[in-house]
């Protein structure tokens, strides 16, 4: 069994920076993704950072040139940091495993920007 546990999140004003963590634990062999996804209140989740397990990265255009997705050299944990957050960064953060076909999800962690 695979268990996502994130951290980091909380309130930050407009501009400010937040990084996120996801530590994973349980039986792990072969990720295949790991990502960053978000849901904003009465939105659907959505996609925000991939990194593939070829190290290749990938943003939502809204995130493009502010955040950064990167990982942990045991590629246990995936980080995401955000800098230059914007109101519309609201959201709960989830992260996310594809490992062997099988999705794994964190329980998410909200991120509030308010000023």
């Known amino acids: 069994q695979v268990r996502l546990v994130e951290s980091g999140g909380g309130l930050v004003q407009p501009g400010g920076s937040l990084r996120l963590s996801c530590a994973a634990s349980?039986?792990?062999?072969?990720?295949?993704?790991m990502g960053w996804y978000r849901q904003a209140p009465g939105k659907g989740r959505g996609s925000v950072a991939i990194?593939?397990?070829?190290?290749?990265?990938h943003y939502a255009d809204s995130v493009k040139g502010r955040f950064t997705i990167s990982r942990s050299n045991d590629r246990r944990t995936v980080y995401l940091e955000m800098n230059s957050l914007k109101l519309e960064d609201t959201a709960v953060y989830y992260c996310?495993?594809?490992?062997?076909?099988?999705?794994?999800w964190g329980q998410g962690i909200q991120v509030t920007v308010s000023s």
């Open positions: 996310n495993f594809l490992i062997g076909g099988t999705n794994y």
């Open positions: 349980g039986s792990i062999f072969s990720i295949n993704i």
């Open positions: 990194l593939t397990s070829s190290d290749s990265t």
